[in-house]
C-alpha cells in the first residue's frame, strides 16, 4: 500500500511542478539540513512567496505532500482522499498563490532515495551542508554517504548553483565533478566568509531579575563577509557554530537572488532554530539548558562540546552535559562513545551524566579520563532518560549550563521538560510532543 500511495504522490508531484514551475532548492547533508532549510526561508520569505518542507517531510512521502502542501493522511483514508483532492485542485484550477520558491530538505536512509527525490523535484539550487557519520548500518562509511547525498549538486543543470560547506573537505572533493556555478561557504577561504563567532546577549528592555540568563536574549553573533562587504548577524535564541553554518548557507543563496548582505543580515534576525537542535531554553533555578535533543551523531556531539567549551561561567557554575546514545553507528558503535567521553573531559565539562545502553562506553571514558577524580557525582550512567531526570533536578545549582543531546530514539526532550523552567511551553519548545511520540 506504501508503494502504491508512494507511486502516485510522485506522479502528481510531478505535474504540480511541471504547471506551476517554481524554483526548487534543494538541500542534503549529513548534519544541518533542517537548520539550513529554516535559514534560508527565513532569508528569502520577507522577498519571494516561498514554501519550506514542514516538520520532517524530507522524504519520498514527506516532499510530494510538500509540493501539494498538505500533511500525511497517516492511516485514515478520509485524510488522505482530502490530500488528493487538494492536488487534483491544484491540477484543475491555477492557483496564483502557489509558491514561486519551493525549499526541500531531502534525506536519505537508504541508497538511492537523493537521486529519487531529485528526479521529482530537480533542484535549480542544491545546498550540500556536511558530510559525517550517519545512517552507517546503511552507507558502510563517509565514502558511501557521499555518494549518496552529492546527487543533490552533481545533478544540477550548468545555470543552476551549487552552495557548499568550505569546511567541509568531503563536500569540498566534489568541486570538479559539479557542473553548475558554486559559491562556497564557511569560515576558512569561502566565498561567504564569517568570523568574530561568538555567544552573547542583548538587554532586553525590563527585567523582574538581575539574574544573567533571565535578563538578555542570548545568541549566536558572527560577522560575514561577501564580494568585499561585511555586515554583523545576530541569530537570537540559538547557539553554536553550526546555527552559523545554516544562516552562511541561507546567506549564499540569497547571493544568487541578488539579495544584498544588510537585508539577508536584517532577515535572519527572524530565523528559529528548529526544535532540539542547539536552542536555548531557560531552566529550573536559573539554569540555561542547551536542547540539542533532536538526534545526535559523533560529529554532532563532538561540534556541540567543542562550541560550549568556548563560554566562560562565573566561578562556582557548571558545564553539565547529559548525553543519550548515539544511535545507528554500526561496528564504530563502541569506540565513538569512548570517544565522546573523553572530548567531554578535553572540553572542561564538569559533569556528564550519560544515558542509554552505549552510552556506558562514554562514562567509562570519562573516569579514565579522570573527571570524577575527586567527586563520584560528577560521571553518572543511567540506564533510562527517567532516572536522569531526577537526579539532574537535584545537581543543578543556579548559574549552570546544561546541555542535552542524544539520538532520537532516547527520546532526550523528556529529560529538558523535568527541568526546563516552564514545562507548560513544552509542546511550543520540545521536539516530539505530538501524535504517537506521547504514547511511547
Not at 502528481?12 to 526561508?41: D, N, R
Not at 545555470?159 to 556555478?181: H, P, Q, T
Not at 556528564?352 to 577524580?373: F, H, P, Q, S
Amino acid at each position: 500500500m506504501r508503494k502504491f500511495l508512494q507511486k502516485i504522490l510522485r506522479i502528481i508531484a510531478k505535474q504540480i511542478l511541471k504547471k506551476y514551475k517554481p524554483e526548487i532548492i534543494g538541500i542534503t547533508g549529513s548534519v544541518g539540513k533542517t537548520s539550513s532549510k529554516e535559514a534560508i526561508f527565513a532569508a528569502l520569505s520577507p522577498i519571494f512567496n516561498c514554501r519550506r518542507s514542514m516538520k520532517s517531510y524530507n522524504n519520498e512521502i514527506g516532499t510530494p505532500l510538500t509540493i501539494i502542501g498538505a500533511e500525511t493522511g497517516g492511516r485514515s483514508i478520509f485524510k488522505w482522499l482530502s490530500v488528493f483532492l487538494k492536488a487534483i485542485k491544484l491540477l484543475l484550477v491555477k492557483d496564483r498563490t502557489y509558491p514561486q520558491i519551493l525549499i526541500l530538505e531531502m534525506g536519505a536512509d537508504k541508497l538511492g532515495d537523493i537521486e529519487y527525490l531529485v528526479e521529482i523535484a530537480p533542484p535549480k539550487i542544491g545546498v550540500l551542508t556536511a558530510i559525517a557519520e550517519s545512517h552507517l548500518h546503511v552507507f558502510k562509511d563517509l565514502k558511501g554517504v557521499l555518494k549518496e547525498k552529492e546527487r543533490i549538486v552533481t545533478k544540477l543543470p550548468k545555470e543552476g548553483f551549487a552552495i557548499l560547506n568550505a569546511d567541509d573537505e568531503n563536500v569540498m572533493s566534489l568541486k570538479n565533478k559539479i557542473a553548475a556555478r558554486q559559491i562556497t561557504f564557511g569560515f576558512i577561504n569561502a566565498d561567504v566568509r564569517a568570523g568574530e563567532l561568538l555567544f552573547s546577549g542583548l538587554e532586553d528592555e525590563f527585567c523582574e531579575t538581575q539574574y544573567e540568563w533571565d535578563c538578555k536574549t542570548w545568541g549566536t553573533n558572527f560577522k560575514v563577509t561577501y564580494n568585499g562587504s561585511t555586515v554583523p548577524v545576530f541569530l537570537p535564541h540559538c547557539f553554536g557554530k553550526q546555527h552559523a553554518y545554516s544562516a552562511l548557507a541561507a546567506i549564499a543563496v540569497g547571493t544568487t537572488y541578488k539579495i544584498n548582505l544588510v537585508d539577508l543580515a536584517e532577515n535572519l534576525k527572524q530565523y528559529r532554530a528548529p526544535k532540539g537542535r542547539m536552542n536555548l531554553i531557560a531552566g529550573i533555578k536559573h539554569t540555561m539548558i542547551i536542547d540539542d535533543s533532536y538526534n545526535s551523531s559523533p560529529t554532532a556531539v563532538k561540534a556541540a562540546l567543542g562550541a560550549i567549551k568556548s563560554i566562560n561561567l562565573p566561578v562556582g557554575k557548571r558545564k553539565i552535559a547529559v548525553l543519550g546514545d548515539m544511535l545507528e553507528l554500526g561496528e564504530i558503535s563502541a569506540q565513538a562513545h569512548r570517544e565522546i567521553g573523553f572530548k567531554v573531559v578535553e572540553n572542561g565539562f564538569d559533569y556528564l551524566i550519560a544515558v542509554g545502553k552505549e552510552a556506558k562506553a562514554m562514562a567509562d571514558a570519562a573516569i579514565e579520563a579522570g573527571l570524577n577524580a575527586n567527586n563520584a557525582d560528577k560521571v553518572k550512567y543511567f540506564k533510562d532518560t527517567a532516572e536522569a531526570g531526577i537526579f539532574l533536578q537535584n545537581l543543578i545549582i543556579s548559574g549552570d549550563l546544561i546541555l542535552v543531546k542524544g539520538s532520537q530514539g532516547m527520546r532526550m526532550e523528556n529529560i529538558v521538560k523535568e527541568i526546563m523552567a516552564e514545562p507548560e511551553k513544552a509542546k511550543e519548545l520540545l521536539v516530539r510532543q505530538t501524535g504517537e511520540w506521547e504514547r511511547r
